[in-house]
DNA sequence: ATATAAACCAAAAAGCAATTGGTCGTTTAC
DNA sequence: GTAAACGACCAATTGCTTTTTGGTTTATAT
C-alpha cells in the first residue's frame, strides 16, 4: 500500500531509514533498541523487511543480536574472557607467583581496614587448624582458606572474585612434580609464623604491617618454590 | 566471653547424635543434608540446639552451611567467579571504584618495572589521542586503551587477565544515569595532566611514583563520579 | 538462667508468565 | 509466479512472585 513503487530494491531503503532512526533516536544507556515487533511497527515496515536490514548491520559489525535478550548497538561483549583454562593455559607458575606478589598484599591492606571481628576470629581459627593438621592436604586446606577468609573480609564480592580467579589460575596451573611432600608439616614450618604476623597486623588495623607481612609471606613461599624447582632439576 | 565455659554436657551429646546420623544416613550425591527444621524435628532436639552442634561440625570444617542454599557436608566448593556476569551482578559502581584503587596502582607499580620502550611509546600515543579526542566516547576508548596498555607493560598474563576481567565487570555494572556529557572533554580536563603524570613516573623506572600517581588518578576519578551521584540525586 | 518455640529477615532457589530474536508455513499482492 | 506480508510457533532469556533455607531476634516457659 505505502511503497507502491518498488523501483529500487527495497531492502537498501530501509536500510538508510533504519540508520536515520538509529541516528536521531536515543538509546538507552545499554544501547538496547525497540524489540523488532515494535521497531517495525514504528517504522512502518514489516518485520521481514526489517529483519534484512537488520541482517545488513550486523553482517556490518554495528549491532549484535541475541534471542531472549534483544538487539544492542556496538559490538557484541567479549564473555568471559576470565576462562580459567585459557589463563592457565597462558600463565606459568612464575607469572602466578609474581601476580599474587602484587595483588594480595593489597587486598590484605585493604582486609586490614574492613575486617570484622568474626572475620579475623575465622583467621585465627584457620591458623590453629593449619597447625594442628596431620597432612600436607589439610595443611593446604587450612592455608587455602586463611588466604580467602582475609579475601572476604575486604567485603569487596569483586575483589573476592578477583581473588577467587587467581587461585583458581594458581591450582589449573601444572606446577610440574615440585608437589608437596608426603610427610606432615613441622611445628617449625615457615608459615606459621608469617601467618601469626598477618593476622596480627589485620587485627591491629595495621594497614601497612598487614600488607608487608603478606608480602613478606609470599616472597617466602616464593623462595621455597625456587629452591625445590633448583632441587628437582639437580636430580635431574 | 567466647569459650569459657566448655559446656560439654547438653551440645555435646547432640553432637555425637548428629555424628551417627551422618554416619547411618544416605545423604544425597550433593552431600546436602535436610533443611534445620525437618533435621531437628527427626533428632527429636530444638533447632537451637541443633544449630549449636551444626556449629560444632562446621567449626571443624566437616561441613558448611549457606542462606538458602542448605547444609552440606564436605568443604565449600570454591565457586569459581569467572563468569563476569554473575561477578556484575553481585557487584555495584562502588566496590568496583574501591577494587581498582586496590588493583591498578600495583600494576602501575609493576608495570614501572618491566615496561618496554615499545609499550611506553604506546602508552604516549594514547596520551596524544585522548587530548585529541572530539567526543567523550573516543577519549573513553583511548582512556581504556592506555590503562590496558600499563596492564600488558607487566609482561604478566595473569595480571592482564584479571585486570581485563576487573575491567569488563566495570563495564558490565549498571552506573545508573550518571553517564559521561555530550560535549567533548576540556583541555583542561584532570585526567590528562594525570595520566601524564603517570607515563612519566612508568618511564623513569620510578615504580613507587607511578603507583601513587595511578593511585591519586583514581582517586579523582571517585571523587568526580560522587560529585556527579550528588547532582544527580539532587535533580530529583 | 537456660532452653524452647515462634516470628521475622535476607539470600537463594524454584516456578511462572511475558518478552524476544529466529524460523516456518500460509496467505496476499502485484 | 514470485516475493513480500502475516501469523503462528519455538527456544532462550528476562522479570516477577513464591517458596525454601540458614541466620537472628524476641517472648515465654521451665
New binding site residues.
Partial sequence: ?L??HPDTH??QGIVTQLRAYLAQTDLPDDGRLP????LSAALG?????L?KA?DVLEAEGQLW???????FMGSRPLDTFADIAALARRSNPAEVMRARLVIEPEITRAAAFTATPAAISEMRLCLTRSRQAETWRQYEGWDTRLHRTIAEATQNSLLLGLFDTLNAVRRAVTWGRLRTAPVRPLPTHHSFAEHDAIVDAIEHRDMAGAAAAMRAHLQTVERKLLEKQMRAANED
Avoid at 524489540?35 to 515494535?38: D, Q, Y
Avoid at 515496515?45 to 523487511?49: D, G
Avoid at 543480536?65 to 538487539?71: L, P, Y
Fill in positions: 500500500m511503497n507502491s527495497p531492502a524489540p523488532e515487533r515494535e515496515v514489516s518485520r521481514t523487511e529483519r537488520l543480536r541475541h534471542v531472549g535478550k534483544g538487539t
